[in-house]
């Protein structure tokens, strides 16, 4: 019997108990979210655990925040989002001009540090551009112009960077200077593969300031291209070629060649051959030919002038004649030239044959035709040429020399050849 009126008495009293906690959902989240700025327009109802949410909120994250903090409190099974979300509100423009003040007020606050900070960065760019500009200091430091303007440069970049990291520094962006020189690293190896001809190109320039293997003026044959040389500079060498025109060479190109200095020593060889009749004493026409050479002022007797036997033929002896000049005091052409022509001449005075082409000509049906025929053993004695000014002329051709020194004493590119370096 007691326990059905336990019963029965639950049974009656439970509904005041649920609306007793409907009340109490009800007034704690109203409570909540009138102690709050963003949420004090919303309002609540509860009724058998379902809350209902309603009002203007300033957002749809404000919202999502009501909605969840409904969710979690006691007593609620579900929540009912009637909210309107509001894309322009007065707490949007407030949260907006609270947060520009309070950039503003910070900035202010940091203007001394941000103003510390470009000083030591252009306090820094300006010191490097004074130290670079020291002529004098890197002209004592580097080997040649080239190497000195590239020490400055790179002096005043250091001195730039430098600055910036100090600057960052004190604005405590630690961060940033990581990833600036991240990037950097990755943009340099992205223009290293795209500039690789220049790059290539400029340590060439680096390599031939250093080494100097030839000198302005000199005569040069770097690959299958002969000239004077002009100047060297960073990007290229500038000759002249022996028919007076300007030739530019990349100096990787140069760096790379093969090349012939004609004008390092001034003593140089030249030589030619002259063929004798096979029935003539070949030691007699060197002898006849060697003292022909001995007796020109251009031939030096030391090194001394030699022959030597090239070839037998079927109807000749082919003779090597080797002789020296002084390149300062007689032109190379010249001195080849005089001595071909006064050798030729001295062997076929001495009666030497000079043998020419022979041809076989086989003649049929030539009845009534006279032929004159040479008799065997019969030759024809040359003309003897008369001597010319021409016969000793050997003075070196200055012609190209003097448009180079002009060129070199016109103002242009910067000369990277040093004339106090020793040519390799």
Known sequence: MRAFLICLALFFASPVFAQTADLD????????????????????????????LSGDIPNADIAAKAVEIAQNRDGIVYVQDQLDRALVGENNVGNALGGLEKDVREITRALPLIGLALFVFFFMWWVGNIVSRRKALWGRIATNPFLGELLSQTVRVLFIVGGLIIALNLLGAQSLIATILGGAGVVGIALGFAVRDTLENYLASIMLSLRQPFRAGDHVLIGEREGKVMRLTSRATILMTMD????????????????????????????????VDAADDPVAAMKTGLDVMR?????????????????????????????????TQASFGKARSLSIRSVKDALEDQGFSLPEPIYRVKLDNMSGTQLHLKRSGETKTP????????????APDTSIDSKVEAELDAAGETNLLDTNRPVE
């Open 25 to 52: 959902a009800q007034t704690s989240l109203s409570a909540i979210y009138g102690s709050t700025t963003d949420m004090a327009k919303i309002s609540v109802t509860v009724e058998n655990g379902v809350a209902t």
């Open 244 to 275: 007076g025109n300007h030739l530019r060479i990349p100096n990787s190109a140069v760096f790379k060649a093969v090349i012939l200095n004609y004008t390092t020593n001034s003593e140089r060889r030249f030589n030619f051959q002259l063929g």
């Open 295 to 327: 007796g020109h002022d251009f031939v030096l007797d030391d090194p001394a002038p030699s022959a030597s036997i090239s070839e037998v033929g079927d109807s000749n002896i082919v003779i090597n004649f080797f002789g020296w000049v002084d390149q």
């Open 383 to 394: 003309a003897k040429r008369q001597p010319t000014e021409l016969d000793e002329d050997t």
